[in-house]
């Protein structure tokens, strides 16, 4: 009498090959995973050393300002503007967020604060008629320097700005710019990524 080969057992939810086909799609994820880990490491990189060598340059430049000026916060105020937005770009919730650069909006020019400055109203004037006619210029050279373009932010330190300070200004634009929306990106696809595998591993685990 021939012997009877018997199968393999088929778990209760679904076939061995069921099964096979989600390890080997599950396999996959962990080799994108890590793919992502591996871009996102790099990127964090070249971030760090960005800053690190706009930081170096700033330091450089107050070490070798002809007019003992020291870059900073203090010679601007408020009216400085970004030259560089991000957007956020995300069609549906099934779909990941994709940053990128955004043309920042028209605002102040870069020499608008001398402008501004000279039509600011005059302490030495007296009456209100004077002062409410000074205010309104000051109001209109204002709304109208707001819709010009905005101009180079490191001309708030004057014309003849040391190099390293410029070449500061291209580390950090470069890291706003290029690697710090990057990065950003790979993490939000990390993060869909670690979902995908967490379902899978759920999923297969009821087989």
Do not use: C
């Amino acid at each position: 009498m021939a012997d009877i080969i018997t199968p393999p057992a088929a778990s209760q939810n679904g076939s061995p090959a069921t099964k096979k086909h989600l390890k080997h799609t599950l396999d996959d994820l962990l080799e994108r995973y890590l793919d992502l880990v591996e871009t996102y490491e790099k990127s964090r990189g070249k971030l760090t050393g960005a800053f690190m060598n706009g930081f170096m340059n700033i330091a450089e430049a107050n070490q070798k300002s002809f007019n003992r000026i020291r870059y900073g916060q203090d010679y601007y105020d408020g009216r400085m503007q970004a030259a560089l937005m991000m957007e956020i770009d995300q069609p549906d919730s099934s779909t990941i967020p994709k940053v990128s650069p955004l043309a920042a909006p028209t605002s102040l020019t870069a020499e608008s604060p001398k402008v501004v400055r000279d039509a600011q109203p005059d302490a030495s004037e007296t009456g209100l008629a004077k002062s409410s006619s000074s205010t309104s210029l000051y109001k209109t050279i204002s709304n109208s320097l707001s819709s010009s373009p905005p101009g180079d932010p490191i001309n708030w330190f004057g014309i003849f700005v040391p190099v390293p300070l410029r070449a500061a200004q291209v580390n950090f634009r470069v890291s706003t710019a290029d690697i710090i929306p990057s990065l950003v990106n790979v993490n939000f696809e990390m993060l869909k990524v670690e979902s995908e595998i967490k379902a899978l591993r759920e999923e297969i685990s009821k087989l």
